[in-house]
């Protein structure tokens, strides 16, 4: 057996139960592994709410978490490549918030011994969605770069990509993350009223702007972009109504080898940081929950698993 945090309903953090489940054998092209962390995501809290979905409950229990650092413990049908009891990480098929998920094996790299498995767990979600929203805007050297909700798991990759690939980025946070955005290089303005208006005194000009806040900013990014193809969000459902892009992974997805090909360097040898405010057992996930809810935090939470 193991166990796993499923909800049986949509709602509240609440609903989330750690309970004994059997445990599952993985399918073609999957391996399964033994959890030693969870990420948690803003999309986990939403799924759980209901959001996305018609009616009170799923079909049946439905497991939590995408992002997950572990060791192989069974590889399924066809797979190849991978070894049992390979530390990895990347992104659950079933549930990371468990002590045994499944996952693709494409959706799996390599953990370097350098790289603890706390911070293996915070990267996935937030490293692909950054580097994927700055490819499609097409981000290079001496461009600008403006990311709303910079100091969010997100906004934080995005922010220290960009300067590794040789962009200015201006971001907005509140004012106590101001200190930390400055030592990674990034221009921080306040968000709320009159933030156009900081913008345009912080910088020249704006190039492109990546929205990660989803808090009613494409109207004043496309003016500072001088155009909606400039711009891209992740967060704002009313996307359309500006005739900016929303990127939601599907499609657009980009290869883990591809995005870690990239980060793991820049991680390596400091360039890039991605910090985690907050670590939990797994039997306090919905307080985790609760965090990610709140909004407010620098960087990524954490469940600590195995
Ligand atoms: N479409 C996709 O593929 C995709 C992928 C990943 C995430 N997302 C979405 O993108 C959003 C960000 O994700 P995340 O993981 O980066 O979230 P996160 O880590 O929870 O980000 C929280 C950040 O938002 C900032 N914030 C709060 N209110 C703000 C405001 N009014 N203006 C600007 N910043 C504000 C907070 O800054 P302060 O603490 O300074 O207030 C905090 O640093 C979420 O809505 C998430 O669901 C979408």
Sequence with gaps: ??????????????????ED?????PGKGQVRLAVATAGVNPIDWKIRSGLFASGDAPAEPQGTGIDVAGTIDSLGPGVQGWRVGQPVFGKAATGAAATHTLADSAKLVAKPEWLAFPQAAALPVAAETAYRTLRLLGVRAGQTLLVHAVAGGVGLVAAQLARAWGANVVGTASPGRHAFLRELGVR???YG?????????????????LDASGRGVLGMSVELAGSPDRVITIADPDAAAHGVRFSGGGADEVAMSEVFAEVLPLLERGALRLPIEQTFPLERIADAHRLSEFGHLTGKIVLEVG
Excluded: C
Aim: net charge negative; no cysteine.
């Design 1 to 18: 057996m193991s166990k796993a945090v499923r909800f049986s309903r949509f709602g509240g953090p609440e609903v989330l139960v750690l």
């Design 193 to 209: 009223e009159g933030v156009e208006q900081r913008v345009r005194e912080a910088v020249e000009s704006v190039d492109a702007v």
């Design 21 to 25: 489940v059997p445990t599952a054998e």
């Design 188 to 190: 921080p303005v306040s």
